[in-house]
């Protein structure tokens, strides 16, 4: 078995492990975080608890998928898919493609308390989508700006969360 296959299914395991903890430690702790800003018959920290449980529940999906090539890994039992893959390039630019998706949105979250909700998902969902080919990116930037404003509206108006508005343009 390669040595980079081994070193890239180690690397799964390390991120799927750090996912589970970290969206776990999220869960247990979201109620002290979120304030309640307004009157509300649902608490204000359900909507980030139920998509903390969504990524906790995939991150754990994930997990024990990354536990499975282990030990096909230490039994030898690796799919022929996979080492042709890794032969080719393809796994590690797969990686590269991950790393990129998630150097994105932590700049996204970083930006969110600058800039707000409004100017900088627009731009995140675009740069995602140029990441995953897409070629119209007019109509797309059209799209994603109509998406986020129906968002906020959603988000203001139904559910009663007030999401970040950004300190930089105040």
Known sequence: MPELLKRNIWIEFGLSLFCVLFFAFLYFNIEHWVLATMPSTLSPAFFPMLITAICLAMSALLLFFSLRSLYYMH??????ERILLQEAGEEAGRFLALAGYVGVLFLYLLGLQYVGFLYSTPIVMLLI??????????????????????????AMHLMQIILPQGILFE
Do not use: E, Q
């Open 75 to 80: 039994a030898g039992l690796v799919d022929d």
């Open 129 to 154: 989508s140029l990441m995953l080919g897409l070629k119209r990116w007019l109509t797309g930037l059209v799209f994603y700006i109509l998406f986020t404003l129906l968002l906020d509206y959603v």
